[in-house]
């Protein structure tokens, strides 16, 4: 090789030297300067997470804590039912009798039930404010069978008992209702109910006393020795229909439906007098020579 050649050969082989070092020196000052950012997963494999530090907020800490479970209210207990009886008043009942019947029931107390009756006041139809009456309700306990509560308000049971007489005998007279309940007492059938209510109406007409037993024994067996009233002595003279003028003061029982329709629709007759034989039959005159030969035939005697 010439001498011009080998120089030649030498310059080139320095700069390809010197390329090739210049080239390793930027790789390796690359390196260094750049590192590559780590994934998520990598980050979350590699390295676990802290744990929270006590000094952690309130928040963060009621997140991770298990909730308190929710209660149902408790149901209060279902009360039992108010206990009930059932009553039942039989056509003719006094109002003593029917006192005394929701006692035994154990509905009300006797005394309370008379007294609230005595001072009470009907606002569907009138009761006569008559202070000679004995028991101001008598009549207006209409005869049925009745639902009450075991000790039920003394009121409440005779607003019940008030409120069925109006729907089924509201709208008769008072003087009606007074005849209906001596044919209440004096009859023993349907047919007997119209013929007692015509001689009752034809008495009373001919200007005549009534004298029925019945008046009489309502005076001795409620009112003279009642332990509901005072001051007794004078309802006698006001009930008594040997004594007084003609009808009674006041009802002296309460009827049912079968006497009050025969006081409202009295048989057509010109019977003045009758009585009740041994034979359990009614009698019916027209005079009193009839009358009396009729009980002397029957063995009947006046009392």
């Given at each position: 090789?010439?001498?011009?050649?080998?120089?030649?050969?030498?310059?080139?082989?320095?700069?390809?030297?010197?390329?090739?070092?210049?080239?390793?020196?930027?790789?390796?000052?690359?390196?260094?300067?750049?590192?590559?950012?780590?994934?998520?997963?990598?980050?979350?494999?590699s390295?676990?997470?802290?744990?929270?530090?006590p000094?952690?907020?309130?928040?963060?800490?009621?997140?991770?804590?298990?909730?308190?479970?929710?209660?149902?209210?408790?149901?209060?207990?279902?009360?039992?039912?108010?206990?009930?009886?059932?009553?039942?008043?039989?056509?003719?009942?006094?109002?003593?009798?029917?006192?005394?019947?929701?006692?035994e029931?154990?509905?009300?107390?006797?005394?309370?039930?008379?007294?609230?009756?005595?001072?009470?006041?009907?606002?569907?139809?009138?009761?006569?404010?008559?202070?000679?009456?004995?028991?101001?309700?008598?009549?207006?306990?209409?005869?049925?069978?009745?639902?009450?509560?075991?000790?039920?308000?003394?009121?409440?049971?005779?607003?019940?008992?008030?409120?069925?007489?109006?729907?089924?005998?509201?709208?008769?007279?008072?003087?009606?209702?007074?005849?209906?309940?001596?044919?209440?007492?004096?009859?023993?059938?349907?047919?007997?109910?119209?013929?007692?209510?015509?001689?009752?109406?034809?008495?009373?007409?001919?200007?005549?006393?009534?004298?029925?037993?019945?008046?009489?024994?309502y005076?001795?067996?409620?009112?003279?020795?009642?332990p509901?009233?005072?001051?007794?002595?004078?309802?006698?003279?006001?009930?008594?229909?040997y004594?007084?003028?003609?009808?009674?003061?006041?009802?002296?029982?309460?009827?049912?439906?079968?006497?009050?329709q025969?006081?409202?629709?009295?048989?057509?007759?010109?019977?003045?007098?009758?009585?009740?034989?041994?034979?359990?039959?009614?009698?019916?005159?027209?005079?009193?020579?009839?009358?009396?030969?009729?009980?002397?035939?029957?063995?009947?005697?006046?009392?």
């Amino acid at each position: 090789m010439t001498k011009k050649k080998s120089g030649y050969f030498l310059r080139c082989l320095a700069a390809a030297v010197a390329f090739a070092l210049f080239c390793t020196g930027c790789s390796s000052a690359g390196t260094d300067s750049v590192s590559p950012s780590p994934s998520p997963s990598a980050s979350a494999v590699s390295s676990p997470s802290p744990s929270p530090s006590p000094s952690a907020s309130p928040e963060s800490a009621s997140s991770q804590a298990t909730p308190e479970p929710t209660l149902e209210p408790t149901p209060e207990p279902t009360p039992e039912p108010p206990e009930t009886v059932t009553v039942t008043f039989p056509e003719g009942y006094t109002v003593m009798q029917v006192a005394q019947t929701l006692e035994e029931a154990g509905v009300c107390d006797d005394q309370a039930f008379v007294e609230v009756a005595q001072n009470y006041s009907p606002k569907s139809f009138s009761v006569p404010e008559n202070s000679d009456r004995a028991y101001k309700m008598e009549g207006y306990l209409f005869p049925d069978t009745y639902e009450f509560y075991v000790d039920d308000d003394p009121e409440d049971v005779l607003i019940r008992i008030l409120n069925n007489y109006n729907a089924k005998a509201g709208g008769i007279s008072d003087t009606q209702l007074i005849v209906a309940s001596i044919v209440e007492k004096e009859s023993r059938s349907a047919e007997n109910a119209a013929l007692v209510a015509s001689v009752i109406y034809n008495r009373l007409e001919a200007g005549m006393r009534l004298e029925m037993d019945s008046t009489r024994e309502y005076i001795n067996q409620n009112v003279t020795d009642s332990p509901y009233l005072s001051n007794t002595g004078k309802f006698a003279a006001l009930y008594n229909t040997y004594k007084c003028a003609a009808l009674p003061v006041g009802p002296i029982c309460n009827p049912g439906a079968r006497a009050i329709q025969a006081a409202v629709n009295p048989a057509s007759s010109d019977y003045l007098y009758f009585f009740f034989g041994n034979d359990n039959q009614n009698h019916y005159s027209r005079t009193l020579e009839e009358h009396e030969a009729a009980m002397a035939k029957y063995g009947v005697q006046y009392s």
